[in-house]
């Protein structure tokens, strides 16, 4: 007779297991009987109370959390707007205002003294626009003094025609590409002058000596960029550096 394993018998010299033993893929206690079935996909299935107290099953350290639906680093980067609870940050984006159209346009010659805004620029929420003569950021700042890192300089070319060209007389508006008044008229200014926006009203203005831009007093808000301040230059040379000032107060 063949000598078989503990559980197995001998037929016809073979030895075999029993039909009536234990299933190899399932949770045995001491006694043999079944406690649970392995599922196919080899997870570790629920336990209970009863499997744990008992010391036949243990529970991996994470069981009873939930995912959060973070990415771990080590499958994929962290999502930016997901916060530590799991709650999604709302991600709404900051103000911000496009130019597309928008002309800047001295009344006192509304066909020659106009300048069109590049499409595209853009003004985030209490920033502002310049539009100085003839100057470059670095040349304005020169003149005038260090500009707030909130501020844009465009340098407008403007010769005999074109704006901003400030001699005295001027009144400024905003139109957009169909003709419609955005913002102004401003008060007429005079010769060698300074103005602030002091109101939400187009002729909220008061003078101030060699202003500088970005340090207009704030404004309550407004969906479009307003004028703010203009200045005129006087002196030798000093034309290059006349300039206007929109700010954009959502």
Same mark, same amino acid.
């Not at 530590?84 to 911000?96: N, W």
């Not at 707030?148 to 060209?165: K, L």
């Given at each position: 007779? /063949?000598?078989?394993?503990?559980?197995?018998?001998?037929?016809?010299?073979?030895?075999?297991?029993?039909?009536?033993?234990?299933?190899?893929?399932?949770?045995?206690?001491?006694?043999?009987? &079944?406690?649970?079935? =392995?599922?196919?996909?080899?997870?570790?299935?629920?336990? +209970?109370?009863?499997?744990?107290?008992?010391?036949?099953?243990?529970?991996?350290? @994470?069981?009873?959390?939930? @995912?959060?639906?973070?990415?771990?680093?080590?499958?994929? &980067?962290?999502?930016?707007?997901?916060?530590?609870?799991?709650?999604?940050?709302?991600?709404?984006?900051?103000?911000?205002?496009?130019?597309?159209?928008?002309?800047?346009?001295?009344?006192?010659?509304?066909?020659?003294?106009?300048? =069109?805004?590049?499409? %595209?620029?853009?003004?985030?929420?209490?920033?502002?626009?310049?539009?100085?003569?003839?100057?470059?950021?670095?040349?304005?700042?020169?003149?005038?003094?260090?500009? $707030?890192?909130? /501020?844009?300089?465009?340098? +407008?070319?403007?010769?005999?025609?074109?704006? $901003?060209?400030?001699?005295?007389?001027?009144?400024?508006?905003?139109?957009? %590409?169909?003709?419609?008044?955005?913002?102004?008229?401003?008060?007429?200014?005079?010769?060698?002058?300074?103005?602030?926006?002091?109101?939400?009203?187009?002729?909220?203005?008061?003078?101030?000596?060699? $202003?500088? &831009?970005?340090?207009? $007093?704030?404004?309550?808000?407004?969906? +479009?960029?307003?004028?703010?301040?203009?200045?005129?230059?006087?002196? +030798? %040379?000093?034309?290059?550096?006349?300039?206007?000032?929109?700010?954009? @107060?959502?």
């Amino acid at each position: 007779m /063949v000598d078989c394993g503990e559980g197995e018998r001998c037929v016809a010299g073979i030895c075999e297991v029993p039909l009536d033993a234990p299933d190899v893929g399932s949770f045995a206690d001491a006694s043999g009987a &079944p406690d649970a079935e =392995l599922p196919l996909d080899g997870s570790i299935p629920d336990a +209970t109370a009863a499997d744990v107290e008992g010391g036949d099953l243990a529970l991996p350290a @994470d069981a009873g959390t939930k @995912d959060l639906g973070q990415t771990s680093p080590d499958s994929g &980067p962290f999502d930016a707007g997901i916060l530590d609870s799991g709650i999604l940050d709302s991600g709404t984006p900051a103000p911000q205002f496009v130019f597309d159209g928008l002309s800047l346009v001295n009344l006192e010659q509304p066909d020659d003294q106009r300048f =069109l805004i590049p499409a %595209g620029t853009s003004l985030g929420a209490g920033e502002s626009l310049v539009l100085v003569r003839s100057a470059e950021r670095n040349e304005l700042e020169v003149a005038v003094g260090p500009l $707030p890192s909130a /501020v844009q300089v465009i340098s +407008t070319g403007a010769t005999s025609v074109g704006a $901003p060209i400030i001699n005295g007389g001027e009144s400024f508006q905003l139109e957009d %590409g169909a003709g419609q008044v955005m913002d102004g008229p401003t008060p007429v200014g005079q010769v060698g002058g300074g103005y602030q926006r002091t109101g939400p009203g187009a002729g909220d203005f008061q003078p101030v000596i060699d $202003p500088v &831009p970005g340090t207009s $007093p704030g404004l309550p808000p407004h969906p +479009t960029p307003r004028i703010v301040a203009w200045s005129d230059r006087t002196g +030798t %040379g000093q034309f290059r550096f006349e300039w206007v000032e929109l700010r954009y @107060d959502p």
